[in-house]
């Protein structure tokens, strides 16, 4: 069988971005601020939906764990990659789209189901894996969201 | 006086960036689909508000001139630059503010001022300007948009 290193490389860093992907999801899930932010570099830039910016690994914890305790305690999170875009062969562009279940205001009332699109820009570490250097999240509505255009 | 090259090439790297959003906002506002597609890459990813989702140049242009001579024909923006990070010398995330006037619905009725996150990742070309790669918008409602988190 013919080999093609460069497609196994890049089939390699597909699942090892979709494994972070996973981890991100999965610390989501067990409401784990230090879980979530291993997901992140240690310089990382993090905006979430609201347009509140965190920066570095140590803030982005420090920015979920009372969440995690409070508003989203009972909350559920799934995402599916909907592209990878390789910027470079070690930097690479990755949308998620996610939804959301058990979220609660701040006055402890149950909120609808939630949907949204995460824009990560990951960067592959030494060891192979892939951290998140940069990530902005966008809430979308469900009267306004249109389907992907074709 | 003491030169220090490196500086000099950030600064101009950081004004090349500004011109390009000074560039993207002045198309939006003379609402010229095609001035407007010029700030981006060949083969960029544009993504807007509503998660939809257009490749290239062109689809960008395509995209948009429909709405330039419908809901956003009397729409004015105004963009602020919020932050640069190099994720290369050649490679920026960038995010910058947004507010508009003037847009309204398909039925031609006037919505409020809108505002938003704009979130790019930038590449200098070899003419030293810098073009969109990738842009991610983002609105932000009002009511959930916090003080950016010191």
Redesign the interface.
């Known amino acids: 069988m013919p080999q093609n290193p460069a497609a196994d490389a890049h089939e390699k860093n597909r699942a090892a971005i979709g494994q972070t992907v996973a981890n991100f999801v999965s610390a989501w899930n067990t409401h784990d601020a230090h879980a979530f932010a291993a997901a992140f570099t240690e310089d990382a830039?993090f905006?979430n939906?609201?347009?509140?910016?965190?920066n570095g690994r140590a803030?982005v914890e420090a920015?979920h764990a009372p969440m995690f305790a409070g508003v989203f305690k009972d909350s559920h999170q799934s995402a599916v990659i909907?592209?990878i875009?390789f910027?470079?062969s070690d930097?690479a562009?990755v949308?998620a789209?996610w939804q959301m279940t058990g979220a609660k205001t701040p006055d402890g009332v149950a909120r609808p189901p939630r949907q949204?699109?995460l824009?990560f820009?990951m960067?592959r570490q030494n060891d192979g894996s892939w951290l998140i250097?940069?990530l902005?999240n966008?809430?979308?509505s469900n009267s306004?969201?249109?389907?992907?255009?074709k």
Chains 1, 2 share one sequence.
Do not use: I
């Not at 939906?49 to 965190?54: E, F, N, P, R």
């Open positions: 830039d905006t939906v609201a347009g509140t910016h965190a803030n920015f909907r592209s875009r910027l470079r930097l562009s949308d789209d949204g699109l824009d820009v960067a250097e940069v902005h966008a809430e979308l306004s969201a249109a389907p992907p255009a």
